[in-house]
């Protein structure tokens, strides 16, 4: 849609709907939602939409020094929408998520920008190769009904061995799940894939958000349910898109998934792993390749998954680039609580056909041409705690680096490979991930693909933060520590 026309359709939405404020938001370097409020007029009566919002960079992670803050927001007008669960018809809002530039009307989005510059910049490359790319992720989340970080309880004491005791406790913060609440069923650790009401309790929740991000975000919802983890955990699947558009979705998903949480006195959070001894998140990211509107991963003469050999480049560009990968999809300490075996999260670098203990999947659920537009991969270590301006870029200039250097993926794996003795792994080539934090950034520091996609800006800050993230977390004391070792 060209650019004015957009404007003059959004401010006409404004006005239908009397809309008087209107959140103005961007992302910052982890992510999170930026939000300034600002009145409606001055999008329908003014240039905000032109000219932009000032802020002050410098209070923004990942942004700006104190000397060059003045940073200027310009919100996108094709992602205006309304915000239905305003009561007051007074003080009815709308949200609308933008880029970043610099002060003196710069002419592009500045290298802090998430989405104006990296994610942008990545659909522009992928384009002049010819490709465009369509994204496709699953994010899972908790919603508790209450969580108080500022107390610790013990649960149960963990046996000797590090596994469980007389129950799936251990000394964490304990979320009360909607599900234990009840009063009526308790849904047992890793039994609660799509169970039906009324042991599921979140049905009515799940119903909403979907409702709202169909009826007012412009999603379309595929299909939500419960989760394996019991304490409900939850997924809510929307279509694919493109790059800029779905990064976009992701983060309006997060936005709706909170606010109506907090109208049920609950709160959702897309940590990684909030429960001990269960299911974490993740945000499993299906993408394909397009090529003159035609899907350019499948081949109906592939006898393996119908998977063309751009496909398995592109595989082969994952695989190559998964360690440093890691950082940017799984971002947080938290991340690597769920990268570990027993989960379903993956942890072996390797590919595979419906296999899920594979890094990264090729689903094969239908057959034949008629099913064509549905062929993709499946990237499965990313959780939902990461940008995913950054991690949906980096996903595709990984997998683009793949098929401009034409790297071998290597045979599939169809086995599982949790089960493989180590000698069996180190026979077949299987690699791993990293296991902390720290062992990611340092793999992201020597990759180059990943460094030309998030920028030098955007490169360093990131590291910077996540290491300072990572020195935290060590000298931090846990309850763990001193229920091991206090009688030393």
Request: aromatic letters at 12%.
């Amino acid at each position: 849609m060209d650019g004015l026309e957009a404007i003059k359709k959004a401010v006409e939405i404004l006005k239908r709907n009397r809309i008087r404020w209107v959140h103005s938001t961007f992302v910052d370097i982890r992510g999170l939602m930026q939000d300034v409020v600002i009145p409606a007029r001055k999008y329908i009566e003014g240039d905000a939409f032109l000219s932009g919002i000032g802020f002050d960079g410098s209070s923004i992670r990942g942004f700006k020094s104190i000397e060059e803050s003045d940073m200027v927001l310009k919100p996108d007008p094709e992602t205006l929408a309304v915000i239905p669960w305003t009561s007051d018809e007074k003080q009815k809002s709308a949200i609308v998520i933008g880029d970043v530039y610099e002060a003196y009307g710069g002419e592009e989005p500045s290298e802090v920008c998430s989405r104006g510059y990296v994610a942008k910049r990545a659909v522009k490359e992928a384009a002049e190769m010819g490709y465009t790319a369509y994204f496709g992720p699953e994010l899972e989340y908790f919603i508790f009904t209450s969580i108080d970080p500022t107390k610790l309880v013990w649960d149960l004491w963990v046996s000797p061995n590090g596994g469980r005791g007389d129950s799936w406790g251990a000394p964490r913060v304990v979320p009360e799940s909607p599900e234990i609440s009840a009063g009526r069923f308790t849904l047992r650790p890793k039994e609660a894939y799509f169970r039906p009401p009324p042991e599921d309790t979140t049905v009515e929740y799940r119903n909403e958000v979907a409702s709202i991000l169909e009826d007012y975000f412009g999603f379309r919802v595929e299909m939500h349910h419960h989760e394996v983890a019991t304490a409900g955990q939850i997924e809510i699947d929307f279509r694919f898109g493109g790059l800029v558009e779905t990064a976009d979705r992701t983060v309006y998903y997060k936005f709706v998934a909170k606010n109506v949480a907090k109208k049920y006195g609950m709160i959702a959070t897309f940590m990684p792993k909030p429960v001990y001894l269960d299911n974490a998140s993740g945000m499993h990211v299906h993408t394909s390749l397009w090529r003159d509107g035609e899907n350019a991963m499948y081949d109906e003469n592939d006898e393996y998954a119908e998977l063309s050999q751009t496909g398995r480049y592109f595989i082969g560009g994952l695989l190559e680039h998964a360690k440093a990968l890691t950082a940017v999809c799984c971002p947080t300490v938290n991340s690597y609580k769920r990268l570990v075996p027993g989960f379903e999260a993956p942890i072996y670098i390797m590919w595979s056909r419906r296999n899920r203990s594979a890094l990264v999947r090729v689903p094969v659920y239908f057959k034949g041409p008629k099913y064509a537009s549905q062929k993709r991969i499946e990237f499965r270590s990313a959780d939902p705690s990461c940008n995913p301006y950054l991690a949906f870029s980096c996903i595709l200039m990984a997998g683009l680096d793949g098929v401009k250097k034409k790297i071998d993926p290597g045979d599939p794996v169809d086995e599982d490979v949790y089960k493989l003795s180590p000698e069996r792994r180190r026979a077949l080539g299987i690699g791993e991930l990293p296991t902390t934090l720290r062992d990611a950034l340092e793999e992201m520091k020597s990759d180059e693909v990943i460094y030309r996609t998030l920028g030098s800006h955007i490169f360093d800050a990131f590291i910077e933060y996540k290491m300072n993230d990572w020195n935290q977390y060590c000298l931090y004391v846990t309850p763990w520590e001193i229920m091991k070792y206090l009688d030393y």
